[in-house]
Antibody, heavy 124, light 107 residues
Framework: EVQLVQSGAEVKKPGESLRISCKGS????????ISWVRQMPGKGLEWMGR????????NYSPSFQGHVTISADKSISTAYLQWSSLKASDTAMYYC?????????????????WGQGTLVTVSS | DIQMTQSPSSLSASVGDRVTITCRAS??????LNWYQQKPGKAPKLLIY???SLQSGVPSRFSGSGSGTDFTLTISSLQPEDFATYYC?????????FGQGTKVEIK
């Protein structure tokens, strides 16, 4: 069974750093890209960026470039989303999602499995 | 960047109703359009991919159509478990944008 299991909820202060995780199981972790998606309280879904776990190639939404870092450790089938200096506006639910659904020889074009979400609260 | 616009933002409907949600892309995205359902406190769930293909396990009352810039999600007979928020998403360009969502509420 394919699963993406995310780390637990976090409460942080502005300016602190944070790394949250997403562990894949039940499939070949290096064969499918992982994206991170933000959902602010009461709002819609925003794509933040993606990573190819096979070589850690990343690309980011312009809205998030420079503010977060996406990485992966293929030896433990885990992707990460990291902040070096949190802001109150980073308070949100964060989801990881696997690229699947329908695929060409090089890419897949939907999110077929999602993590359960990690709630990040940033407050002084 | 490609912008995705859904309409309506919300709707009220009764069990058994036929419901249609539309999604418009700011430029042609061929058939690189997906639909997701999200219930409160839960992760989104893939319903339709490639504009019209039903994801495995999704009831056949859900269907999708369209290509280019205009797309539609239809629920043929609304069931109690279908009350949720629905999002379209394009996967044509590098930045995979979502629509703003359509909340389907009980009438």
């Amino acid at each position: 069974e394919v699963q993406l299991v995310q780390s637990g909820a976090e409460v942080k202060k502005p300016g602190e750093s944070l790394r949250i995780s997403c562990k894949g199981s039940g499939y070949s972790f290096t064969s499918y890209w992982i994206s991170w998606v933000r959902q602010m309280p009461g709002k819609g879904l925003e794509w933040m960026g993606r990573i190819d776990p096979s070589d850690s190639y990343t690309n980011y939404s312009p809205s998030f470039q420079g503010h977060v870092t996406i990485s992966a450790d293929k030896s433990i089938s885990t992707a990460y989303l990291q902040w070096s200096s949190l802001k109150a506006s980073d308070t949100a639910m964060y989801y990881c999602a696997r690229h699947g659904g329908y695929c060409s020889s090089t890419s897949c074009y939907a999110y077929d499995y999602w993590g359960q979400g990690t709630l990040v609260t940033v407050s002084s | 960047d490609i912008q995705m616009t859904q309409s309506p933002s919300s709707l009220s409907a009764s069990v058994g109703d036929r419901v249609t949600i539309t999604c418009r892309a700011s430029q042609s995205i061929s058939s690189y359009l997906n639909w997701y359902q999200q219930k409160p406190g839960k992760a989104p769930k893939l319903l339709i991919y490639a504009a019209s293909s039903l994801q495995s396990g999704v009831p056949s009352r859900f269907s999708g159509s369209g290509s280019g810039t205009d797309f539609t999600l239809t629920i043929s007979s609304l069931q109690p478990e279908d009350f949720a928020t629905y999002y379209c998403q394009q996967s044509y360009s590098t930045s995979w944008a979502f629509g703003q969502g359509t909340k389907v509420e009980i009438k």
